[in-house]
């Protein structure tokens, strides 16, 4: 594959990318495969099992165009998972490799024990790393009577990548296809024109937290198979196929950051992060009402909301004050005063969302559903809060059901794992997953009258 010109040297080569890829397809004919989600709060691995006859079954229907395709989510069972409290992460960026190392071989090997296997090959999700969108666009010329796969290659690798200092590629996948400047094509082989164009999204990391996660995979003894922008698992699994296709936004609410991620036409087109959490919301509570981060979190947890309620004034919360060690003297607080605390943090975060998203021009597409996910998420009434600041339909998503995928491990919180199965099973085309034709083959119109002359004769 030719190298693309303003490729970033920061990150992964084209050749890196293309090996990792190559490890998943591996690992997925091995069938065994780890999917590492490292957040701020936890650290969660799932070991999947990968039928691979049943998976390239889904493969050949897809490629056929049968509705057949969509049980390659079926070839993928969880046989093991492993969550433990993460260390070393904040705001969804390692700041401690030796903390983050402890946590993902300590993932590793509860979901190791609970599967009975050992895995050597991991894809992982990158929450941080400043996620930035793009585009780009490849032309090429149609060299026979109809677009075929040589065409879409030559089309697809002639789309320019963006190269910035200190960042690094992460996604690049067509999301449309053009003939004769008409566009809206998924797959253009097959069609009669002569100008084949091709518009991808581009997403780039800061380089750094990219390598730093790289080398903490590395080091729990995993060869990497893919690194995976949070913000993009999370749409994969918590929106629903008819969500991706008209339009809608995912607002994975972690305990570090918030991403967000747009589709429309069943592909990612923008993501991006907010870096604020569940955690900021704690440090709010701790501070503002003086007592410790540990006990600001379970009162959090258990007692807080995004919206007041006229009972509010008579629910009282026990709430330690800092460096109160008597049980007896501890004070009480209604659950008023700690919504009280809580909104204006959430209402920061939601507000900045909606001026990211309208930034990003969603209010333009037709469908305009917007699905919160994410720990965060679950915190009562946000649902109704966001509906009200972001202006749109608004639900609370949970993730699609995996087979073998255990019910505490089902909910909001772990959205960005199980997309990494679905990533796992149906991971979408990337640039460099295209063969670039040779430069000299099929140039020139003596080189496509002859090739004409060869199809059709």
């Given at each position: ?188 082989r097959g069609m009669s024109g002569e100008r084949l164009g091709c518009d991808a999204h581009v997403l780039t990391v800061a380089a750094g937290p990219l390598r730093n996660l790289a080398q903490c995979v590395r080091g729990a003894d995993l060869e990497l198979a893919g690194v995976v922008s949070g913000a993009y698992a999370a749409g994969l699994s918590s929106l629903v196929e008819d969500e991706q296709r008209l339009g809608a936004a995912c607002v994975d609410m972690g305990a570090g950051a918030t991403s967000l991620s747009i589709f429309l036409r069943g592909h990612m087109i923008h993501a991006q992060s907010v870096r604020l959490g569940g955690d900021h919301v704690t440090l709010d509570i701790a501070q503002g009402l003086a007592m410790p981060q540990a006990d ?162």
């Open positions: 594959m030719t190298a693309h010109p303003g490729v970033s040297l920061h990150g992964p080569t084209l050749n890196g990318l293309r090996a990792m890829r190559e490890r998943l397809r591996a690992a997925a004919r091995r069938g065994l495969v780890a999917a590492i989600d490292l957040g701020s709060a936890k650290t969660a691995c799932f070991i999947l099992r990968i039928d691979a006859q049943r998976l390239a079954r889904a493969q050949e229907m897809a490629e056929a165009g049968d509705a057949g395709a969509h049980d390659a989510l079926g070839a993928v069972r969880v046989v093991g998972v492993g969550v433990v409290r993460s260390g070393g992460v904040r705001l969804g960026e390692i700041v401690d490799m030796e903390e983050a190392g402890r946590s993902v071989r300590a993932a590793l090997e509860l979901a190791e024990k609970m599967a009975g296997e050992r895995v050597d090959q991991a894809v992982a999700t990158l929450s941080g790393g400043r996620p930035r969108s793009a585009a780009a666009h490849g032309l090429a010329m149609v060299e026979g009577v109809a677009v075929c796969a040589r065409d879409v290659a030559r089309a697809a690798t002639s789309c320019r990548l963006p190269r910035e200092e200190g960042r690094a590629l992460l996604h690049a996948q067509p999301v449309n296809f053009e003939i004769d400047g008409v566009g809206g094509l998924n797959d253009p600001a979190e379970r009162v959090k947890t258990l007692h807080g909301g995004a919206v007041a309620t006229g009972l509010d004034d008579r629910e009282m919360i026990e709430a330690p004050r800092l460096g109160d060690d008597d049980p007896h003297e501890r004070r009480r607080i209604s659950r008023a005063v700690l919504i009280g605390v809580i909104r204006p943090r959430l209402e920061e975060t939601l507000e900045t969302v909606r001026d990211r998203l309208r930034a990003a021009g969603f209010e333009h597409l037709p469908g305009r559903r917007i699905v919160l996910t994410g720990g965060a998420a679950q915190l009562p009434g946000l649902e109704e809060a966001a509906q009200r600041i972001l202006g749109r339909r608004t639900r609370v998503g949970r993730p699609m059901r995996i087979a073998g995928l255990p019910q505490n491990a089902a909910g909001p919180a772990f959205a960005a794992g199980v997309g990494l199965a679905v990533y796992a099973a149906r991971p979408r085309d990337e640039l460099w997953d295209y063969d670039a034709p040779s430069a000299a083959a099929g140039r020139g119109r003596v080189a496509r009258a002859v090739r004409w002359f060869k199809e059709n004769w």
